[in-house]
């Protein structure tokens, strides 16, 4: 049997991504077969379509990429499991990340029961919930795990209104710490309806000259490098971020004294799962609790993969983009 699928032929431009029909995976005997409802769509997602930058090649292929259905984050309903499943049954509803597969974005997809996949909470919607994989988890894995985040921390993320920038927001607030967002003046009511402290519009203040000292400065967007912001780091301040590039690859490798300013990069996707669940068991309790919202910007369905990348590629997204593959 076939589904629907993205199917990256290539880098390049959105046009090298077509929806297609590919074979129907099935599970084996340690896996759950989920029907996807929606699947995150994000800004690294367009980075890994266009192969730029190209380091980041020894990692997704060097002619192509290696992996041809693209897309980390998803939900869905269990529609089928292994005889050794014990963990899931038929018809549960689920969420997760497939990093190390890299296949959300097709009508069906076969995971272990012991990669990163939750049962999803009843008051969660599948789009929300396809989106934790990214912002929320990567977020977490920043503030909270290398950057100990608490109320005595002062944060400034750079790319406020993006899903990592929403998300950092949020969980800083949750940990106590004073967050600072830079975004554009026209989402400053957004980030502060999501608990930003302080808000600089980037179009009118250069960061990189404001006298402010941060503990953190979370770089989501990838345009800040140590050079330019070690004056507004603290003594001990850390530059963080989880877009690679040739600069922070060489600043992380030799500003690593943890009694010093340092530069951190870090793919979380990289992570064991069993470190992940940790991760997104704990944003489930920071949502339960009613301190973590989802902005989803955009819906598309399947066959509008391409009209999704290049929304993206426009750099005006706030929030989430989510591609629907089923009702």
Do not use: W
């Amino acid at each position: 049997m076939d589904m629907k699928a993205v199917v990256a032929t290539g880098y390049g431009s959105p046009d090298v991504l077509e929806c297609k029909l590919i074979a129907k995976p099935q599970p084996k005997s340690n896996e759950i077969l989920v029907k996807v409802k929606a699947a995150c769509v994000t800004r690294a997602d367009t980075m890994m379509r266009t192969g730029k930058p190209l380091i980041g090649r020894l990692f997704t292929g060097l002619i192509k990429p290696s992996k041809s259905v693209p897309g980390a984050g998803f939900s869905g309903v269990i529609e089928a499991v292994g005889d050794q499943v014990s963990l899931f049954k038929v018809g549960d509803e689920v969420f997760g990340e497939s990093a190390s597969r890299y296949d959300c974005q097709a009508e069906y997809l076969c995971t272990s029961e012991d990669s990163l996949v939750l049962k999803k909470p009843e008051n969660l919607d599948f789009s929300e919930a396809s989106t934790y994989g990214d912002g929320p988890v990567t977020s977490y894995n920043f503030l909270k795990i290398l950057g100990e985040v608490n109320a005595s921390k002062s944060i400034l993320i750079n790319g406020a209104s993006g899903s990592l920038g929403m998300a950092a927001i949020q969980i800083g607030k949750y940990y106590g710490a004073h967050i600072t967002a830079v975004c554009s003046a026209k989402n400053k009511s957004l980030v502060v309806s999501l608990g930003a402290d302080e808000v600089i519009d980037y179009r009118k203040t250069d960061v990189s000259k404001i006298l402010e000292k941060y503990d953190i400065i979370y770089d989501t967007v990838g345009n800040l490098s140590f050079s330019m912001m070690k004056n507004q780091l603290t003594d001990k301040g850390i530059l963080m971020t989880p877009v690679l590039d040739f600069g922070i690859l060489c600043s992380s490798i030799l500003r690593k004294n943890p009694k010093k300013k340092r530069v951190i990069f870090s793919a979380t996707g990289l992570k064991k799962d069993r470190e992940l669940i940790l991760y997104m068991q704990e944003i489930v309790k920071i949502f339960e609790a009613r301190k973590l919202k989802t902005i989803i910007d955009r819906q598309y369905p399947i066959e509008k993969i391409s009209d999704a990348h290049r929304y993206i590629d426009t750099g005006r997204k706030k929030g989430n983009v989510v591609l629907l593959l089923g009702s």
